[in-house]
């Protein structure tokens, strides 16, 4: 099932986020940004748990993740080790709420308007996949441009 190859997919991806992150040779890297570089590796870190405990962890998994946007992008100088720890705790709840959702749920409407128009949930979890990758390579761009 879909289930399964997205769980294996984000978890491949967020354990490649993990390890982008500890081959900053310098950790304060992490939070670097340039004048074509608006976003650093560690606000993307942010905003990729942010977006996966939201959407899959707090709609799908009633987690009672409670979503701050904004400070996925304000917030700096984050513990390099505090950002490992937000990427495995995420991975955790990816290994007990995706495996779980059904079919039925698959094919229904997902409950929120996230994108234009309202999807099923199956394509919302593709996207989450998908919105994953891109910015895991913006992460590694990153790390081989700035550190």
Request: with cysteine; proline share 2%.
């Amino acid at each position: 099932m879909i289930t399964q190859i997205l769980t294996t997919l984000l978890i491949r991806d967020l354990q490649k986020l993990k390890a982008e992150l500890e081959l900053y040779q310098h950790e304060a890297n992490i939070w670097k940004v340039d004048k074509n570089i608006a976003n650093s590796a560690g606000n993307l870190c942010l905003h990729l748990v942010g977006n996966l405990n939201s959407y899959i962890g707090a709609t799908l998994g009633n987690t009672g993740y409670v979503r701050d946007r904004d400070a996925e992008f304000a917030l700096k100088n984050i513990p390099r080790t505090e950002l490992i720890q937000k990427i495995e705790a995420t991975i955790k709840m990816i290994q007990q709420i995706l495996p779980g959702v059904d079919e039925k749920t698959l094919l229904a409407e997902y409950p929120l308007l996230v994108l234009k128009e309202k999807t099923s949930t199956e394509y919302f979890l593709v996207h989450l996949a998908v919105h994953l990758g891109y910015h895991l390579g913006q992460v590694n761009y990153h790390r081989r441009l700035l550190d």
